[in-house]
């Protein structure tokens, strides 16, 4: 590889030697980095893990000495191409981040000016660099042709909300790229991304690092992610780097414990929730500046033992290239399972009749004059004590009709939702205490949907007066009920929102939409604003709960691996409309719809090389304007030909309870889909 | 399973109590804060205590002492009817701060309602409550005051009427951009999806949500308040003879300030500037610390 050959003469694109980091909170200095070495060479993409809290970021913002003014470097030194990043005066440093090092943010729509033509905001970026405006403008041109945006100078002319997601991502790409830096820090760039977009974003990164050998830190929480996009991982814990080395084999074979549990809370490979439930990590990430005189992790390690709590581990050499700060990290494989077999099997009770069942629901909104068709017919069936997952990209219509459902929004005319065979009304104003409290939801962000001012106890106890008309002391007996079965600690109880983590936010809400038994409960993505160890914990719970009381689950979620754990059944979305509907074992495998395909396939594969990868050309069409025929043929890969853009297909059961919307015979797709599709380049 | 198998948030985990604390520490910690609430404090403790600790009778006329100079025995010197000015603006501080601050509460309560009513149900009663308000706005608080205070005779009700109902729009409508914010927030919906009645997610719900923007907005309109009754004073249409009012005294004695006779005027305005100079030291302390 190239970049080894010019680590010869070139020093390292960054060198962090022992560096530390405090942050001054409440009157008190927290050590958040705690003496992290690393090196990144010439052309390296190094990708940097771990949960929140564990300093990543800190990490980040320290490279681009951007650290907030109650944070310091108290120890070590950054080195960037050679220069020491500490030693810079201020104007240097201006200089240095207009030379040397850019970073890519999580949120694009934050990070780009609303009120600047993205052009402008592009060309800046270059005349910061140094050129002239006409030659600016001219470079940002090309830049974004680079970033594979078509008609940038279309686009240069736009209005970042005029762009979407995925376009503002490549928008500031492009500018992080304008200085030619020597070093790209990417800060979980794709994370608020559709899989289609970021599985496009990451190709794109991938691409412009081969053509113009920049180095780059990668920093994400998505393990998958970052074994596919970089070449070195380390793994941050407590402001500690626990493990390093070549992303295959430390993911492969992790010989840290912390790495071991990490990869054990993934939902992947294809287990489902029947199998057995994930492994968690227990406990908590100890407090922020805590002093820990032995191993970081030791009070969270099933391995640990008394020299732990004493010793620090020194970064034992493992294998060429790998270490691991693990006093037994011979041993970290052995790390036992948090989790033991599932006892009570699949809670899924017999068929019967659906619980929850939707016909030619369809909604229509008007925005600025137009007609936009957010749903448009689609018919579904929950049964009791089954998973119906919900995917598709952002805009496919997946919670405007669990808000449909749920009597949030009033449905078009001809709409009919069914709960138990009785028709329900379309507002919640047309629905009886009983109709509303057999259907209820878990929303997404803990934070915004428990009201900040109350405490966990008065959440609870108000659903159990309003929903069950509970008052004194049977509701408080009923609030402790409620506390243990999501198993959040009744102490808590007094406390207010703020005062939890995110999972037990999350807990509470869970047991708040638990509190009038319902009968569905829509789950509208309850983990992605999660870690991955919490996510595991909230994911065994729901499937906990559903076994005791035969609960139905509609799951909405854009983490694929996530709805294969949890669902039995999956509906694939697209502009509004079913495109397929099936056991979820069933729409995961080929044959399965061309847009599914492109799904499935967009997902960062952990095991192995994974699959050709499927492109989807272009984004989402408009719901205002949904192309003729078959709405997905303006982006398939598989289009038959002019029959896709005259006739809409029918939704038809080509299997046993396996239904399609597509012109192709199953079996043809059978066959196309074991090969890659025609015109498509296999993915790097 | 371990009973809390999950990872904590990075934030130190705290009680309500330590973040109420923590934003008491911010808002005395601010030095606009700390010296509004000197000012104000100063002219609340002369409200309260003035009549028993000032030296002279403030009602009692001495036509043989009118318009004396500032002296040892008069620090203020007199007005035109040989009364003490000093102990007149002192006193003053009662009949201002009642008006004013009973004013401030009647159209904080009402503007809170309507902007909670407004901003949350939105459509054409909002679009037409609104219009009215900004037509409201469009005229100047006193001419409105001027009007209302002609047609109904001036007296310290028809004053706090008249001010409290003015503003109410004005507050309606910085409540009504809180609420349209805190109204998107799933907690809203959740409590719909538990057949929640408008009126308890509107005050149960949402208000305690928006308390913050409500108190930053009663302290401006406090100080807002304060002028606007010494202005109706000034103009005859407030507060009436005999009672010490500082925009009366101001009022009476203007014309004798081509004479060289300053000291009646200048000392109530003063204490006006003071007072409302001070109310705005706290609201910005307040809004600093609402701000963080």
Redesign the interface.
């Known amino acids: 590889m190239s970049a080894v050959a010019a680590s010869v003469t070139a020093p390292p694109a960054l060198e962090l030697d022992d560096l530390s980091v405090a942050f001054r ?2 009157g008190r200095w927290r050590r958040v980095l705690r003496g992290v070495s690393l090196t990144i060479a010439p052309g390296e993409s190094y990708g940097l893990v771990g ?3 564990c300093g990543k970021s800190t990490t980040a913002l320290a490279v681009m000495r951007y650290l907030p003014r109650n944070g310091r470097v108290t120890g070590g030194s950054i080195h960037v191409a050679g220069a020491d990043l500490l030693a810079m005066s201020e104007r240097e440093v201006l200089r240095y981040r207009s030379r040397s090092v850019s970073m890519v943010y999580q949120n694009p729509g934050a990070a780009l000016n609303p009120s600047l033509r993205v052009g402008e905001q592009v060309a800046e970026a270059f005349e910061v660099a140094g050129a002239s405006r006409q030659e600016a403008l001219e470079r940002a041109r090309e830049m974004l042709a680079r970033v594979q945006i078509a008609d940038a100078a279309r686009v240069m002319r736009r209005y970042p909300h005029q762009l979407s997601g995925g376009m503002q991502q490549r928008a500031l790409i492009a500018m992080a790229l304008a200085s030619d830096p020597a070093l790209l820090v990417l800060d979980e760039p794709t994370t608020g991304l559709d899989a289609t977009v970021e599985a496009e974003v990451l190709d794109l990164i991938a691409g412009l690092r081969a053509e113009l050998g920049t180095s780059i830190l990668f920093i994400s929480h998505n393990l998958a992610v970052v074994r596919r996009m970089c070449e070195r991982v380390g793994v941050l814990y407590a402001g500690r780097l626990v493990e390093e080395g070549r992303a295959n084999e430390l993911f492969h074979d992790p010989r840290h414990p912390y790495t071991v549990g990490l990869l054990r809370c993934l939902p992947r490979g294809g287990v489902s929730k029947g199998e057995r439930p994930l492994d ?6 100890p ?2 500046g805590a002093e820990l005189p032995g191993c970081v992790f030791a009070d969270r390690c099933g391995l640990v033992r008394d020299v732990c709590r004493q010793e620090e581990p020194p970064l034992y050499p493992v294998a060429r290239g790998r270490t691991s700060r693990c006093h037994f990290w011979q041993e970290a494989h052995e790390l036992p399972f ?2 033991e077999t599932r006892t009570a099997p699949s809670a899924r009770t017999g068929r019967g009749g659906p619980v929850l069942a939707v016909a030619d629901a369809s909604k229509t909104f008007r925005q600025e004059g137009q007609d936009v068709h957010a749903l448009a017919g689609v018919s579904l069936a929950v049964g009791p004590g089954e998973t119906l997952g919900l995917v598709g990209e952002s805009g496919s219509g997946k919670t405007t009709l669990a808000r449909v459902l ?1 009597g ?1 929004t009033a449905p078009d005319q001809g709409t009919i939702v069914e709960l138990d065979g009785q028709v329900l009304g379309g507002t ?1 104003g047309e629905r009886g ?1 009983e109709e ?2 057999a ?3 878990v ?1 997404q ?1 803990p934070d ?8 966990a106890r008065r959440i609870l106890a ?2 159990l007066t ?2 069950v008309g509970l008052e004194g002391r049977r509701r408080s007996e009923r609030v402790l009920e409620l506390a243990r079965s999501v ?1 959040f ?1 009744e102490r808590l109880l007094g ?2 929102p ?2 939890l ?4 936010k999350q807990r509470v809400a869970i047991a ?1 939409a638990f509190a009038g038994d319902p009968r569905v409960v829509v789950c509208d993505e309850p983990t992605s604003a999660l ?1 991955v ?2 996510q595991a ?1 909230i994911l ?1 719970l729901l499937v906990e709960l559903q076994g005791k009381q035969g609960v139905s689950y509609l799951f909405i979620s854009h983490d694929l691996g996530v709805v294969r754990y949890l669902a039995d059944r999956i509906a694939v979305l697209y502009l509004g409309r079913v495109m397929e509907v099936g056991d979820a074992a069933t729409v995961f495998a080929a044959p399965h719809h061309p847009y599914t395909e492109a799904l499935v396939s967009a997902v960062p594969a952990f095991e192995g090389e994974g699959r050709p990868r499927i492109r989807l050309e272009g984004e989402i069409p408009s719901a205002a304007e949904p192309p003729s025929g078959c709405v997905f043929h303006t982006r398939c890969p598989r289009k038959l030909g002019e029959i896709c853009e005259r006739e809409e297909p029918p939704l038809a059961e080509v299997e046993p309870g396996h239904l399609l919307r597509c012109h192709i015979p199953l079996e043809e797709l059978r066959l196309v889909q074991a090969t890659p599709p025609p015109n498509q380049p296999r993915s790097p | 399973m371990s009973t809390v198998d999950e990872i904590a948030p990075i934030v130190v985990h705290d009680s309500a109590r330590a973040s109420r604390r923590e934003r008491l520490r911010l808002v005395l910690r601010s030095r606009t804060f700390l010296v509004g609430a000197v000012i104000v404090g100063f002219w609340v403790f002369c409200a309260l205590f003035g009549p028993a600790v000032v030296p002279d009778d403030p009602y009692a006329d001495d036509i043989l002492n009118r318009l004396q100079p500032p002296s040892s025995e008069h620090w203020f010197g007199t007005d035109r009817l040989g009364r003490d000015v000093f102990s007149r603006v002192i006193v003053g501080a009662r009949d201002i701060l009642i008006v004013a601050t009973l004013a401030t509460v009647l159209g904080t309560l009402l503007g809170t309602a309507l902007g909670l009513v407004t901003g949350y149900f939105r459509g054409l009663t909002d679009e037409a409550i609104m219009r009215v308000v900004d037509a409201f706005l469009a005229i100047p608080i006193v001419v409105i005051g001027l009007l209302a205070l002609t047609a109904l005779g001036p007296s310290r009700v028809t004053v706090v009427l008249v001010i409290g109902i003015v503003f109410t729009p004005i507050i309606a409508r910085t409540v009504r951009a809180a609420v349209l914010s805190e109204r998107e927030l799933e907690y809203v919906e959740a409590a719909r999806l538990r057949n929640e009645h408008a009126p308890y997610v509107l005050f149960g719900e949402i208000l305690p949500n928006v308390l913050g923007p409500v108190l930053v907005e009663f302290t401006v309109r406090l100080g807002y308040a304060i002028f606007a009754i010494a202005t109706l004073s000034f103009l005859g249409f407030g507060i009436q003879p005999p009672a010490p009012d500082w925009g009366l005294q101001i009022f009476e004695h203007y014309g004798l300030l081509g004479a060289g006779d300053w000291w009646p005027t200048l000392f109530p305005a003063l204490a006006i500037a003071t007072l409302v100079v001070g109310v705005n030291l706290i609201a910005d302390g307040l809004t600093q610390a609402f701000e963080r």
Do not use: H, M
């Not at chain 1, 968690?280 to 990430?285: K, M």
């Not at chain 1, 949907?449 to 405490?455: D, H, K, Y």
């Not at chain 1, 983590?501 to 037990?504: A, Y």
């Open positions: 909170v409440r949960e929140s809290g968690t990590i227990p406990g908590l990430l407090e922020l948090t989790a749920l949030l919640l205490t509303v409290r259907l209820q939801i929303f962000n915004s949907a428990l009201n900040r001012r109350f405490s108000r659903a309003k929903l198993r600690d406390a207010r703020v005062q983590s995110g999972g037990l708040r870690d160890s919490v914990a065994n």
